[in-house]
C-alpha cells in the first residue's frame, strides 16, 4: 500500500477559479480502478492550502493516475494558479 | 469533522528508540472514545518523517487528546529526539 499527501497552495484570488477543477478531479480520479482513496482538504487557516490524502495499492498505479486523461488535463489547469510549487510525501504504514 | 496531519521529524540515530513510544502513542490514542481515526506513516524518503493523518468529531476532541496522560507523557519523549520542530494542519472536508 501506498500513502501520499499531495498539497497544492493557490494564490487566494483564484481559489474560486479552481474549485470546480478539484471537484473534477477527486470524482474521476475516484472511478480509477486502482483507487483506493483519494479525499481532498483544506486547510483551516489557509483558504488556498489544498490537501490530497490518497491511499494507491502500490507505485505503478499512481503512475497511471498521473498519466489518465483527468489528471494531465485538469492539474496544468490547476497549476496556473499556484503561489508556490505543490509537495509530495509518499508513505508507508508505519509497522510498530 | 476535523482532519489533522501531524509531522515530526526525528533524528536518524534515534529513529528506532521513538518507534515503541509511536507505537503505544498509536494503540493508547485509538483506544479513545472520540478518536475516528489516527493512522502514522512514514516517509519513503525520510525515515525519520513520521507523518499522523487523524479524524476527530471536533476540534474539542482533539484538545482532550492533547490532553491526555498518553500524549502528555509520551510526545515530551519523542520530542527529546526531534531535528526539527513539528507541524500541524487542521483541516476541513473540499466542498466542492
Known amino acids: 500500500m501506498l500513502k501520499v499527501i499531495a498539497q497544492d497552495f493557490i494564490r487566494p484570488e483564484f481559489v474560486e477559479i479552481v474549485?470546480?477543477?478539484y471537484a473534477e478531479l477527486v470524482e474521476t480520479t475516484?472511478?480509477?480502478p486502482l483507487?483506493?482513496?483519494y479525499d481532498l482538504f483544506v486547510d483551516q487557516n489557509d483558504p488556498?492550502?489544498?490537501v490530497f490524502i490518497e491511499l494507491w495499492p502500490d507505485r505503478?498505479?499512481?503512475d497511471i493516475h498521473c498519466a489518465s486523461e483527468h489528471?494531465?488535463?485538469l492539474v496544468p489547469l490547476i497549476n496556473k494558479h499556484q503561489r508556490q510549487d505543490a509537495t509530495f510525501i509518499l508513505m508507508d504504514a508505519f509497522a510498530g
Chains 1, 2 share one sequence.
Open 71 to 73: 489528471f494531465t488535463r
Open 30 to 32: 475516484r472511478q480509477e
Open 60 to 62: 505503478a498505479a499512481l
Open 35 to 37: 483507487c483506493l482513496s
Open 48 to 50: 488556498g492550502h489544498f
Open 19 to 21: 474549485r470546480p477543477l
